[in-house]
């Protein structure tokens, strides 16, 4: 049993040193453009992560989760599907901030 906690205890130090160093969770931003898309697909980048801080967290006795607000996968399907609906926005909105791009041109 030991064994196990330390086993999982090391992969927990693990995917916090992932996503602190490397991929930090995407807030949602009213006033970046953006901001929505790339949460999305931060989130669904980190899902197995955060899926596993998710239920531990949940399953922590005296836990200020709510099992309800766990994310199903339905959500995760939801999540998917939001992402896929906006990444053209995001590539136009990324081609027309290029530097071609004459500001008033017709």
Do not use: C
């Not at 040193?17 to 697909?41: F, G, H, K, P």
């Not at 949940?58 to 999540?79: F, Q």
């Amino acid at each position: 049993m030991q064994k196990v906690r330390l086993s999982l205890l090391k992969y927990y130090y693990l995917a916090l040193i992932i996503i602190i160093l490397e991929l930090s969770v995407v807030a949602d931003n009213q006033t970046r453009w953006n901001s929505t898309y790339l949460m999305l697909q931060r989130a669904l980048k980190l899902r197995q992560h955060l899926v596993v801080f998710i239920d531990e967290a949940v399953d922590k006795e005296n836990s200020p989760l709510n099992p309800v607000d766990a994310i199903s996968k339905d959500d995760w399907t939801t999540l998917q599907i939001m992402h896929d609906l906006l990444k053209p926005f995001w590539k136009l909105t990324l081609r027309l901030q290029g530097s071609n791009y004459k500001y008033g041109a017709i």
